[in-house]
């Protein structure tokens, strides 16, 4: 397990955007599998996006699809996710996950894949 550490969460319109943070503990962070989940008032967390091995293949929900980007940073253990035209629905807490095995093939879209979670973040985005 790793500290995962969110930043860059904040109120924004409709239609802006943000760029949230996560700083990883540990020394591998390039083997690591990154996803960031979120979890919105009154509902079930829900995957937003993953990044295997800082870049090999990368994966989105329908719902976030060609709006966010996750990219990764080995010098700075941090992965980081773009949000671009942000809507009212995106208002959740997000969470920063990984997946520490080296080269995993876990994680991904399964939240029981990651080994070590974030406090979260709050994005909030008015109408």
């Known amino acids: 397990q790793v500290q995962l550490v969110e930043s860059g969460g904040g109120l924004v319109q409709a239609g802006g955007s943000l760029r949230l943070s996560c700083g990883a503990s540990?020394?591998?962070?390039?083997?690591?599998?990154m996803g960031w989940f979120r979890r919105a008032p009154g509902k079930e967390r829900e995957f937003v996006a993953a990044?295997?091995?800082?870049?090999?293949?990368?994966a989105y929900a329908d719902s976030v699809k060609d709006r966010f980007t996750i990219s990764g940073d080995n010098a700075e253990n941090t992965v980081y996710l773009r949000l671009n035209s942000l809507k009212p629905e995106d208002t959740a807490v997000y969470y920063c996950a990984a997946d520490t095995s080296p080269y995993s093939n876990r994680g991904g879209r399964d939240p029981g894949g990651y080994d070590s979670w974030g406090q979260g973040t709050q994005v909030t985005v008015s109408s």
């Open positions: 990044i295997r091995w800082s870049g090999a293949s990368t």
């Open positions: 540990g020394r591998t962070f390039s083997t690591y599998t």
